[in-house]
């Protein structure tokens, strides 16, 4: 399956205002990660990190890989990254086991294949709303931090205006998180 794990504000962004590569998540961006400090818990937050870092492959978008610093070319245990992006410049070699796909169908099967029979981890609102407008994520998790960042880059923000039906499958409420897992229904 094709997961997307995304941390937000309550009010739908992803970062804070005036994002870029040397402020990656914005300004006051950082907050949505408070909950990482539970990360390694028996609670909630650590049930949800540690089934992130059970997938097999990721699917990034190219601005999240770059304002991620390309995660030095491993984001968790040498699996296959696969960024999605719109042009690949043949001088641009990526770092580890990172490789540029332009094709989101081609993107989504050679990231499942890698993945093999372990889910594949979706970082990026432009690769998310990518996928979900291609028919290919198959579910939801979504941190939802209780702040209102009130400007940023929000996760659903350049949806077509059509309906995309979720079922709520978990709710996980924690100290600075809720923890919500949908399933796409197709």
């Not at 997961?3 to 998540?25: A, F, I, K, N, R």
């Not at 989101?104 to 294949?113: G, H, I, P, T, W």
């Not at 880059?153 to 923890?179: I, K, Y």
């Amino acid at each position: 399956m094709i997961v997307l794990y995304m941390t937000m504000s309550l009010d739908g962004y992803v970062v804070g205002p005036d994002d870029s590569m040397d402020e990656p998540m914005g300004r006051g961006g950082f907050r949505l990660f408070n909950w990482l400090d539970d990360r390694n818990s028996t609670g909630p937050s650590g049930q949800v990190y540690r089934e992130a870092l059970a997938t097999g492959a990721v699917i990034a978008g190219r601005r999240t890989f770059e304002h991620a610093a390309r995660w030095q070319g491993d984001h968790h245990d040498g699996v296959p990254i696969f960024i999605l992006t719109h042009h690949v410049d043949e001088n641009d070699v990526p770092p580890g086991s990172a490789r540029f796909v332009t094709d989101v169908a081609d993107c989504a099967a050679q990231a499942k294949a890698a993945a093999g029979d372990r889910n594949v981890l979706v970082h990026g609102a432009g690769a998310a709303q990518s996928l979900l407008q291609a028919g290919l994520l198959d579910e939801l998790e979504l941190h939802v931090v209780p702040v209102l960042l009130g400007q940023g880059r929000r996760l659903f923000d350049n949806l077509p205006a059509t309906t995309t039906e979720l079922e709520q499958v978990r709710q996980l409420p924690t100290r600075d998180v809720t923890h919500l897992h949908y399933r796409v229904v197709k």
